[in-house]
């Protein structure tokens, strides 16, 4: 299958570790220019460096932190002029999960809704000058089955699924698609669960025997899910969640 990504133009966020690397990395080696940030300059050098090396197609990046809404705004624009328009767009970054009440349902409303909101309505207006386009939110099965306590990500990541859903009813007509994945645990190295191994080793443990795949994901597993929808190949595929999780969630999905 030809997932037809050579020469598309691909904006990540948060994409210089974990599952928005993975990301990253999977677009640019099916051909996709791709651009990516974290807050950090030098892991945004050294991401750009290394992703340039798997593929082709244009790389480029620049430190942006989504929190301030002036430089997400003009990470956005700089890119898209950089690249020449934006085809795809995947908003990845989140505040976390975190349990001290009102200072995380600020900052997961900040970042992770509003984060995704202010890119998606400065994306919208690229995509349709190119005569279309894709977005793929990052939501989590934290969002679809209860997870540990109630806390601000989870609800806050259950809000992408509801908006994706209608943005995608929206700009349907403009040939602009609009899906999310969840993901259930994921493990790579640095990544909040590797912390968990070290910290909680019989969490983790439990965690991977409710899989019924027996382990947890990786990104890679992840990235796949979200290069897919995001291409030509899932054509027909708009407003839909994906969940990627090795069947840890247990609700039949209908
Ligand atoms: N890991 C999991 O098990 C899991 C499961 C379900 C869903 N998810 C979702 O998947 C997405 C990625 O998770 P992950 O675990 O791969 O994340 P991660 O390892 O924490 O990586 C986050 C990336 O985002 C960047 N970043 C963080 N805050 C930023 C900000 N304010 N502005 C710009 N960049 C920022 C980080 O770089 P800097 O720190 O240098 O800025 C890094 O490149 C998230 O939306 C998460 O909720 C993850």
């Known amino acids: 299958m030809d997932l037809n990504l050579r020469g598309k133009n691909v904006l990540i966020t948060g994409s210089t570790q974990g599952i928005g690397r993975r990301v990253a990395n999977l677009f640019a080696e099916e051909g996709a220019n791709v651009a990516i940030c974290s807050r950090s300059p030098e892991s945004v050098r050294k991401a750009v460096k290394e992703i340039a090396l798997l593929a082709d197609g244009h790389v480029t990046g620049a430190p942006c932190n989504i929190k301030n809404k002036e430089d997400y705004e003009a990470w956005i ?9 934006v085809d795809i767009f995947v908003p990845n970054v989140s ?57 601000a990500y989870n ?53 991977e025997k409710t899989h019924a795949l027996g382990r ?12 897919f929808l995001a291409s030509e190949g899932a054509s027909w595929i708009t407003g839909v969640n994906l969940v990627v999780d090795g069947g840890y969630t247990k609700r039949v999905q209908f």
Do not use: C
């Open 77 to 85: 624009d700089d890119m898209s002029e950089e690249l020449g328009g």
């Open 95 to 151: 505040a976390g999960a975190g349990m001290d009440s009102e200072k995380n349902w600020w900052k997961n409303f900040e970042i992770d809704v509003l984060g995704t909101v202010r890119g998606v309505e400065a994306v919208i207006p690229l995509m349709e000058q190119r005569g279309g386009g894709s977005i793929v939110m990052i939501s989590t099965t934290a969002a679809i089955e209860t997870f540990m306590v109630p806390q």
């Open 155 to 207: 609800a806050m990541k259950a809000a992408l699924i509801t908006y994706a859903k209608q943005l995608s009813q929206a700009h349907g007509d403009r040939g602009i698609r609009v899906n999310s994945v969840s993901p259930g645990p994921i493990h790579f190295d640095g990544g909040a669960w590797d912390m968990i191994r070290i910290s909680n080793e019989r969490f983790y443990q439990k965690t």
């Open 216 to 227: 947890l994901g990786t990104p890679e597993e992840v990235a796949r899910a979200v290069v």
